[in-house]
């Protein structure tokens, strides 16, 4: 299992080279600096800008700074945060991100699990129909719609929680961010975990078990055991999907989080900053992947031996 | 004889092809079919409807701004007053008497020197009457007495903030998000379709790098590269178009490939070969048709994510681009709005999430009616 893990380590440092190759060049080659501003500087402070930060060696030279900087942990200076580097950035940015996405994702699969299996369980009834809907709703409804309609409704109208801000991560203010971004996520499982169990619901050792008379629960334990491995190797998109919704949901809500930077960052031409989300979205997928499949390995002993 | 004949004839089971049978599963399956029923009016909505709101999708009324969504006629009664009291000071006149009657305003104008007859025009450029006609004018030319048509205009769902008509826009916007939507997805399906089968047919070495390739691009974050190429390169409609399909091919390719890598040992395809078919013409003779099924139904679910995809570029900013617009660029209108005009919001995030139910459930109901091995069991 562990020799497992690393060889997928390894089996990702290719597709991390290209990410950092692919977002270096596409960044360069583009038109505009990180030192265009409305009224040009002087060419000498220019000079002197581009050669504290290396931008006046060859392209080649800089990506092979950049490289070497980058497998000692190092993401560089931010062009548009002066004085601080991209490290610094990310630190405080990070655990914000990290809580929200954290929060989401339990949120999403508890909610969902639950939802989907009373749906399985309650087949063809009121509660299945109404989780079917729901669940359809929630998938086509962007985040960027059902942000807005919780800050006015929640926030303006009954004014129980703050419409925006971090507030050093206080409970209050991240209600609303965290349920905007699991929504989606709470209806994908839902509707995941449904028909992976109906499916389970229909073999021959659930019906053995409920010929034995077992309560409910215990079958639909057994059931769930089964039906959960569809919803796990799900896990790694759904991990991308909601590091990629915080982009929103930080504009939105205004948190001070990867992605909000990650926004800025590309406004201002930060090459660093960008390069450095790029990077750190491209790791956490890469491990959120890899984690999915372990855990799926743990629930299937099946996929131990293929692995 | 005869009537055994007969018989046997109407008991034999009529040979119906895949095709039929498909969609007779499909027509069988109402929520599909009130899918595709609703995604075809919004789609002729979309073409036909600008043309029939009688409004321009860029006319602005700065009269008749953040009107509610409603059936009645602008300008109502009770704002006819007020109106002709505001046109008529900026046409330095005094209001003596006012009377309104039929959809006609009678009204008589008067002011301390001679009135010139052109600020009258004042009138039909408000958008909220016709042109005035004189019906008297005193012996000073002080006083005027005029008729002017009180307009009917219909805004089902409002107007914007700067008073522009939201329907006429929420369609216009439609053909641009249902153009990317289908258009993107017809990249993606090409692309993916040429890779996935290519990879799965030449097998061997070519396939693994091929899927070595492709299990890179998988772990790319590739939104966050859609949206650094469209910050970096100024956002326009068809780098907005490649960078969606960019995104998308990926699953189309890998359900191709299974396909494909199934197909590949039976008996017509070594027919093929052996008779010394290139791969190029068994790719699209044989394996490419055979796989029509699933692609179908991976496009249909596709067109919603494009759909999304694009809408939630638009909202950062980074869609499409004004003049043009599309529902993901309402939506951020409105959501910048939301307090004093929720409709806003409303109108365009309304047409988008019924459009994505609609390419979802029709989706669904084609993956059922297409291969029924592959719904869940009824």
């Known amino acids: 299992m562990i020799g497992y893990a690393l060889r997928r380590l390894l089996q990702a440092i290719p597709t991390l080279f290209v990410v950092v190759t692919l977002s270096f060049f596409l960044m360069r080659l583009a038109p505009g600096g990180p030192f265009d501003l409305e009224r040009p ?11 504290i930060y290396g931008l006046d060696q060859p392209l080649i030279v800089q990506y092979g700074r950049y490289l070497l900087s980058l497998m000692q942990g190092d993401l560089g200076p931010s062009f548009s945060f002066r ?22 994702l339990a949120l999403a699969l508890a909610l969902g699990l639950a939802l989907g299996t009373l749906a399985a369980f309650r087949r063809g009834r009121l509660a299945d129909r109404l989780v079917g809907l729901g669940a359809s709703l929630g998938l086509a409804v962007p985040t960027f719609v059902t942000a807005p309609l919780l800050q006015i409704v929640f926030g303006l109208s009954l004014g129980w929680l703050p419409v925006g ?3 050093g991560g206080s409970p209050r203010n991240l209600v609303l961010p965290v349920l905007t971004l699991a929504l989606p996520q709470v ?34 334990l057994q059931a769930l055991r089964g039906a959960l491995l569809p919803v796990i190797s799900t896990l790694g998109p759904v991990a991308a999907a909601l590091l990629t919704g915080s982009v929103v949901v930080e504009t939105i809500f205004g948190l001070p989080g990867i992605g909000r930077y990650f926004v800025d960052g590309a406004l201002n031409r930060d090459y660093t900053l960008v390069m450095g989300t790029v990077v750190l979205v491209a790791v956490m997928v890469v491990v959120f992947n890899l984690l999915a499949d372990l855990l799926a390995a743990i629930v299937d002993p099946r996929l131990r031996l293929g692995a | 004889m005869e009537q055994r004949g007969a018989m046997m004839a109407a008991a034999a089971p009529r040979a119906r092809s895949l095709s039929a ?21 919004v789609a002729l909505a979309c073409l036909a409807g600008p043309f029939l709101t009688g409004h321009a999708p860029e006319r602005i009324y700065p009269d008749l701004v953040r009107m509610k969504p409603s059936l009645a006629a602008h300008p109502q009664p009770d704002t006819v007053r007020p109106a002709i009291e505001r046109i008529a000071f900026r046409m330095r006149l005094a209001v003596e008497d006012y009377a309104i009657s039929d959809g006609t305003v009678r009204l008589t104008l008067a002011s301390p020197k001679p009135i010139n007859e052109r600020s009258l025009s004042y009138l039909p450029r ?69 890779y996935g089968a290519l990879s799965g047919m030449l097998g061997g070495v070519s396939d693994a790098i091929m899927m070595r390739v492709l299990d890179v691009l998988y772990a790319l974050p590739f939104v966050f590269f859609v ?23 990926l ?80 939506i951020a209108e409105g959501s910048r709005a939301l307090e004093s005009a929720p409709w806003m919001l409303g109108a365009p995030a309304g047409f988008l999430v019924v459009s994505l139910i609609a390419l979802n459930v029709l989706g669904d109901g084609l993956a059922d009616a297409l291969d029924p091995r592959l719904s869940e069991p009824r």
């Open chain 1, 41 to 51: 500087l002087p060419a000498a402070a220019m000079e002197n800008l581009k050669r």
């Open chain 1, 83 to 104: 004085d601080l580097t991209v490290n610094d950035l990310f630190a405080r940015g990070l655990p914000v991100s990290a809580t929200l996405g954290a929060l989401a």
């Open chain 1, 165 to 167: 801000g971090w507030d």
């Open chain 1, 187 to 220: 209806a994908a499982v839902a509707r995941l975990t449904r028909s992976a169990l109906n499916e389970v619901l229909a073999q021959p050792h659930i019906r053995t078990l409920r010929a034995m008379g077992q309560p409910p629960y215990r079958v639909a």
């Open chain 2, 21 to 41: 049978l498909a969609r007779q599963r499909l027509t069988r399956n109402r929520p599909a079919l009130a899918a595709l029923v609703t995604l075809v009016a």
């Open chain 2, 126 to 194: 408000s958008d909220l009457f016709g042109p005035a006609r004189i019906l008297e004018r005193s012996a000073d030319g002080r006083r005027l007495v005029v008729e002017t048509r009180v307009q009917r205009l219909r805004f089902l769902l409002g107007t914007d903030v700067v008073g522009r008509d939201l329907l006429t826009r929420c369609l216009v916007a439609g053909r641009i998000s249902l153009l990317i939507g289908l258009t993107a997805t017809l990249v993606a399906l090409l692309v993916g379709v040429g």
């Open chain 2, 227 to 249: 949206i650094v190429l469209l910050v970096f390169f100024r956002a326009n409609l068809w780098l907005v178009l490649v960078a969606v399909a960019a995104v998308e091919w």
């Open chain 2, 251 to 330: 699953d189309m390719a890998r359900i191709v490939r299974t396909q494909t890598l199934a197909l590949k040992g039976r008996d017509f395809v070594r027919a093929a070969q052996a008779l010394g078919l290139t791969t190029g013409a068994i790719l699209i003779r044989h394996i490419v048709p055979n796989t029509l099924g699933p692609i179908v139904v991976a496009a249909t679910l596709l067109v919603p994510r494009v759909i999304l995809l694009e809408s939630f570029l638009s909202f950062l900013g980074l869609g499409v681009q004004e003049p043009a617009t599309s529902w993901g660029v309402l």
